[in-house]
């Protein structure tokens, strides 16, 4: 049973989008997901389930969706593809939380870079499905508009790596397989 990351868009951000963590966690633990624990309070979940990564992100949205009234995107990443992600980071001289992954549902356009405008010192690569955006000396003063990520959610290398280390663990002990029921003994008739 594979360990996942899901993450909420626009979620404590802002003032916009309110769910506390426990609520969540709550909707994980109704879909029959496993070892579900969240991490900080913008929309970060991790846990176990035998359910693919499409079916986690369909019943997670509709969820939301009922608890928000709004449509809520969720992306949805394996442990092992956040490894990936965080082996792949273009800009490991920068500092992790002035370095932001943008998750994204599929592969970025190959002309996206193109896209991108306002940019001043920022520095931004394509990933598989994530955009890499090093921020210099911080995201306080940036301008920076990326169309290509505007469908996404981003979070800095520190919460990806955390994120990565909790469903690495999560792996590393998947949940017991259910016990079997012993079947009751049958009774057979006298004579």
């Keep these: 049973m594979p360990a996942y990351a899901a993450l909420l868009r626009a979620v404590n951000v802002g003032g916009t989008g309110k769910l506390p963590m426990s609520e969540l966690q709550a909707m994980c633990e109704a879909e029959g997901y496993a070892g579900v624990r969240t991490y900080i309070a913008s929309g970060n979940v991790v846990f176990h389930t035998g359910r693919d990564a499409a079916q986690v992100k369909a019943a ?21 593809e956040l490894a990936r992600i965080l082996a792949a980071n273009p800009f490991p001289e920068q500092a992790p939380n002035r370095t932001v992954v943008i998750f994204l549902d599929d592969a970025p356009a ?9 940019q001043r010192e920022e520095r931004v690569a394509l990933g598989e499905r994530e955009i890499y955006v090093d921020y210099g000396t911080g995201m306080a003063d940036s301008k920076l508009r990326i169309p290509a990520g505007e469908a996404g ?14 469903a690495a663990a999560l792996d590393a002990q998947p949940p017991a397989a259910p016990t079997a029921r012993p079947k009751p003994a049958r009774i057979r008739p006298s004579g």
């Design 110 to 118: 190959a002309d996206a870079l193109a896209t991108v405008s306002r």
């Design 153 to 166: 959610t981003g979070r800095n290398m520190n919460t990806v790596a955390r994120l990565a280390a909790m």
């Design 60 to 80: 997670l949205e509709r969820r939301l969706h009922e608890y928000a009234g709004k449509p809520v995107r969720v992306l949805v990443r394996t442990a092992a």
